[in-house]
T-cell receptor, first 117, second 113 residues
Framework: KNQVEQSPQSLIILEGKNCTLQCNYTVSPFSNLRWYKQDTGRGPVSLTIMTFSENTKSNGRYTATLDADTKQSSLHITASQLSDSASYIC????????????????FGAGTRLTVKP | DAGITQSPRYKITETGRQVTLMCHQTWSHSYMFWYRQDLGHGLRLIYYSAAADITDKGEVPDGYVVSRSKTENFPLTLESATRSQTSVYFCATMGGATNEKLFFGSGTQLSVL
């Protein structure tokens, strides 16, 4: 069983609408949680990084939340644009410290978001 | 000035052949990583390197070999390609103010026939 589960697998919304993507994890001990955006045919690009003590982090129209008690995170996209069409990947790290945690990252399978005009 | 460059972008090969995927970075980041991405699965770590001449296995290292004689280059070799190694391969480096960010290349799409 994957230690990082994302839902939904895919989502279609109309331009201008908001949406929320979910990430549930069982990775332990928890170090940090990242959200990435991956455009088709490109590598993932970092959106947010949150440690245990942070429960929300914003990057423009993207807002990530973290509940370390329930081991859940969400990524909220506000006023969606056509360019938001991409896969969004949740990544959870175990271990201590940034580099040690990087070697122990667990990637979700991603949510494929399509924004239609 | 791409920062991290992977080549080739696409590669088709046959079962049993040796294939090398290249990764080059211009940042001088210490840590570098190789991942594979398969449909329906998350990225999985193949190998990583903490510095030149220091490499270590990740989650799925079987069938792959890496080397890192220079900080900027981290090639991945499939010694005898198999169909199960058909995948998209991503190289990444770790950087940022506290070494917290992963930067990915654009990937190499490899097909083994």
């Amino acid at each position: 069983k994957n230690q990082v589960e994302q839902s939904p697998q895919s989502l279609i919304i109309l331009e201008g609408k908001n949406c929320t993507l979910q990430c549930n994890y069982t990775v332990s001990p928890f170090s940090n949680l990242r959200w990435y955006k991956q455009d088709t045919g490109r590598g993932p690009v970092s959106l947010t990084i949150m440690t245990f003590s942070e429960n929300t982090k914003s990057n423009g129209r993207y807002t990530a939340t973290l509940d370390a008690d329930t081991k859940q995170s969400s990524l909220h996209i506000t006023a969606s644009q056509l360019s938001d069409s991409a896969s969004y990947i949740c990544v959870v790290s175990a271990g201590q410290g940034w580099t040690r945690a990087a070697n122990d990252m667990r990637f979700g399978a991603g949510t494929r978001l399509t924004v239609k005009p | 000035d791409a920062g991290i460059t992977q080549s080739p972008r696409y590669k088709i090969t046959e079962t049993g052949r040796q294939v090398t995927l290249m990764c080059h970075q211009t940042w001088s980041h210490s840590y570098m990583f190789w991942y594979r991405q398969d449909l329906g699965h998350g990225l999985r770590l193949i190998y990583y390197s903490a510095a030149a001449d220091i490499t270590d296995k990740g989650e799925v290292p079987d069938g792959y070999v890496v080397s890192r004689s220079k900080t900027e280059n981290f090639p991945l070799t499939l010694e005898s390609a198999t169909r199960s190694q058909t995948s998209v391969y991503f190289c990444a480096t770790m950087g940022g103010a506290t070494n917290e960010k992963l930067f990915f290349g654009s990937g190499t799409q490899l097909s083994v026939l």
